[in-house]
């Protein structure tokens, strides 16, 4: 069976030998035993956005661009945050798009037709993808169809439950400043140092309290120098990220003045002020550390590892593996609602076409490049993350060079297929002879 990432190294002593030499050698040694995990879509990332920054330096590489990279790819990172929960099983989830869509059109509609106030519809929007996934793990857990069929059909029956929604070519507004702001909104500069400072210090905090757990208990820890090193990195990288976005974004045309405030109701005929991390990265920030809890620090999460990694040994361990099958489709179908939700607060509008066009396969194309497998035991929240910031500069930064639809498919596709073989490749090496 497979089990889950661990992000600590494991060096020789607990903590009274090796450091950052020995754990980047530990590091390369798993790379050539096939355990490559995020390598390559890091990579990738950094060498698409030297490539479009060289060729778009006005364009692609302002401040401006580097804030709606980010808003751009939000919805994409949480959908693959949901597929990765059904992809760690081995298993597919083709409807995710559509029942993003359709969780969002039931939002709207609970709030413009029936008077509901936007939490009250927002819970009725997320149960609507807790259901569609309830429906989805039932039909493959226990009566064993195969979840590219059910997926499939569930696909083509959400379109139709859309339309019957909003009815053919509507569009219903989103009604709501709270949602609206979720993907239209920035912090304050103070409360994006803020939200820096407790990530930095609480990864630290956590990130040492297991250190020191696996020492008491005599296990094999990360070297205290290698802790050191990651922080300070993660605070570099972090701090860098919050600076620029703390910068202001708004060109001011001469003749005009900036507001000292954020609010777009401009009656002094002023430009707004447009500076500070978006709200959408709050969203992704609280989901990636709750997922990886669930996945990493808890039975459930292993359990996920264990059916994904050989399903009839994991029922034999005592594991309900159809319960698990069902958990799964039902947290992949409730973070596509919440996915829905930020197409549409982004968009300002729900219609029969949010959660479609190419919404599903960018989101399967975010886990996969990101190192998830589609073989099914190996994967993590993490990856949705790197994998749809790659597949937003790819769909940000081919449109500057060329208009050329054509080409930006081709492009994305090779791009997944090359992250595919990657995949593939690994496992084979990872295999024992």
Known sequence: MSAPQSTDVDLPEAGDSGGVGQAVRDYFNRIKGGDVGSMPAVLGLIALIILFSALKPD??????????????????????????FVLLLGEIDLSAGFAAG????????????????????????????????????VLVARLGIPSFVVTLAMFLALQGVMLLIIGEGGTITLRSDELLAVMNRNMPVWTSW?????????????????????????????????????????AVILGAGVYLLNQERQIVRPGKAAC???????????IPVIQGVPWAVLVVLVLLV????????????????AVGGNAEAARRAGISVKAIKIYCFMICSTLAAVAGVLIASRDNSVSPTTGGAQTLLFAVGAAVIGGT???????????????????????????????????????????????????AISRKRSAPS
Do not use: E
């Open 260 to 270: 000292i405030t954020n609010d777009p109701a401009d009656p002094a005929g002023c």
């Open 194 to 234: 803020l939200l820096f400072a407790i990530v930095v210090l609480g990864y630290a905090f956590v990130t040492f309290r297991a250190i020191s757990g696996r020492r008491k208990a005599g296990l094999k820890a990360t070297a205290t120098s290698v802790w050191i090193a990651k922080v300070v990195a993660l």
């Open 290 to 305: 709750g997922l990886t809890f669930v996945t990493i620090r808890t039975s459930f999460g292993r359990h996920i590892y």
């Open 59 to 84: 364009t692609f590489f302002s401040l401006f661009n580097f804030a709606n990279l980010l808003n751009q790819g939000t919805a994409i990172i949480v959908l693959a945050m949901g597929l990765i």
């Open 102 to 137: 359709t969780s969002a059109a039931v939002l709207a509609v609970a709030m413009t037709s029936w008077g509901m106030a936007w939490p009250i519809a927002l819970v009725l929007g997320l149960l609507t993808g807790t259901l569609i996934g309830f429906v989805i793990g």
């Open 373 to 423: 497998s589609l073989f099914g035991g190996r994967g993590r929240i993490f990856d949705a993350v790197i994998g749809g910031l790659v597949i937003a500069v790819i769909a940000n930064g081919l449109p500057l060079i060329t208009q050329q639809s054509g080409i930006q498919y081709v492009v994305t596709g090779l791009v997944l297929l090359l992250a595919a073989s990657v995949d």
